[in-house]
């Protein structure tokens, strides 16, 4: 059986806390939905945040819904070195001892001493998905992307399991461009 999965392209992105959302748009803001993402419930937002880093700053970064535990921004390591950022290469939500940078909303700034990381890349898979793949949560497998003069295989690629995951594997706009992304693209696990 061929393991063939759907790749998309995350670009640069922020998940705000309920406190963080309130501090940057104001007391019980609720992030309008833009569209709908593949993962089942999570949204890109209208909103935009700056991002401040000790060089420069990245404007109107994307805001992904719905709120979640705590902050956390996600680039690829190009843009941290951009703004003057040492990203460490972390699944999300691993942000203890990441970087920090400054977020500036409408209504407000945060400082965060921690949060800011380079997602490393991955696969959502169902159970059923992965079973049949014969993939389990947190194995690291290498996936082959063939695309027209860019074909490439990407090593240390975590597959992640969950029943209310969307099977899709998600690299960052770097890793997009190295493969030549365009459009529709899928990957075969190997």
């Known amino acids: ?34 569209k709908p993402l593949s993962q089942p419930g999570q949204f890109a937002a209208e909103e935009r945040v700056k991002i401040i880093g000790p060089k420069r700053e990245l404007d109107r970064v994307s805001i992904l819904g719905p709120v979640r535990g705590s902050t956390q921004i996600e680039v690829s390591l190009t843009d941290a070195r951009s703004i003057g950022i040492s990203a460490p290469v972390r699944m999300s939500g691993d942000t203890k001892g990441s970087a920090g940078c400054i977020i500036v909303g409408p209504k407000g700034q945060i400082e965060l001493t921690e949060g800011l990381i380079a997602a490393k890349r991955h696969i959502h898979l169902t159970p059923e998905d992965a079973k049949s793949f014969g993939v389990t949560d947190g194995e690291v497998v290498s996936v082959k992307i063939d695309s027209k003069n860019r074909s490439a295989i990407l090593g240390d690629t975590v597959i992640r399991v969950r029943e209310d995951f969307a099977s899709a594997m998600h690299i960052d706009t770097d890793e997009g461009n190295a493969v030549g992304y365009s459009g529709e693209t899928f990957g075969t696990i190997l």
Do not use: Q
């Open 1 to 34: 059986m061929e393991r063939k999965v759907l790749v998309e392209v995350s670009a640069r992105h922020c998940h705000l806390s309920r406190e963080h959302l309130n501090i940057l748009f104001g007391e019980g803001y609720e992030l309008t939905v833009k």
